[in-house]
């Protein structure tokens, strides 16, 4: 089952969470008409297999929840024994859901949104990064968004999930480095995606997916440390970033807001 593949040195292999919709989804796409090799993770294994059935590459399909520690661990020996290392591991699998900050009643949500979109990179690198070390190369991709930039009110959970991914991957970025890995963070401004499918409030500047995908590929090709895209957006981000707190929580408490939803 996991015999080892023979491949040339120039074939790209790209292992990508959170493959079967959206931005993993497109990836995995534009990344097979590159003609590389897939490693493609999500729970919804019909989605994954309807996508590898449309591919003329090989790919590998894992039906894993990321926050499965073992199960990715395993995903990923069985990836690196039959292709070897590959070259880019891109954690992308991701939740978002409207949460209250001060409600008992969201403690679960809030700890299970913080499971699979901070623990859920860390276990879908961890794996990979011993082998990374051993070849001196190789490149770990984590998908943040603008919504780690500031606290937003009613997406506590979301917003505190990627804050501590942007800080995460940072401290990851500066310690890969002398290992010759290279770590990017990519923050996205809004793409249309099934996760934005249902917001019924403006989203300034958003982007096809397909776009969306192709530029965040340009900026893994150009092994950026920290990018926000679309570039409209990062102004915005950096103006975030800089205002004082009384100037944000005015702006912000009268910002879009996610519908409140708990998840299991
Ligand atoms: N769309 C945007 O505007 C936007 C903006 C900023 C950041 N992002 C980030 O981009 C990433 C992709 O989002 P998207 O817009 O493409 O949303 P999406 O279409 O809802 O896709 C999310 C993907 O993550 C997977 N996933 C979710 N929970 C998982 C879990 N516990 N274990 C394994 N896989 C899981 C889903 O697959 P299964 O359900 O099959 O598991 C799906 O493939 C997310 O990290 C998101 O936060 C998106």
Redesign the pocket.
Known sequence: MSEKIAIKNNVLKVFI?????????SLARQYANQGAILGL????LE??SKIKSKMNVPCEIYA????DQKGLQKAANHFIKKYGAPDIVIA?????TGTLAGEKEDLHTFKRVIE??LY?VIHTFLPFIEAFKKKRSGQLIG?????GIRGLPGSGA?STS?AALINYLESLRIEMKPFGIHVTTI??????????KHNRYT?PF?LD?DVAVSRFIKAIESKKGFVIIPWQMNIVGTIMKLLPSFVWDFLAKGGPKKIRKMIQ
Do not use: C, W
């Open positions: 969470t959170g493959a079967s919709s959206g931005i993993g989804e993770v999500g729970r919804r989605l994954l894993i929840d990321v926050t992308n699998a991701g939740v978002s699979i979109n859920g998908i943040a968004s603008v919504a979301y990627k923050a996205p401004g809004y793409i249309h995606t099934p996760m934005t989203m958003i997916v």
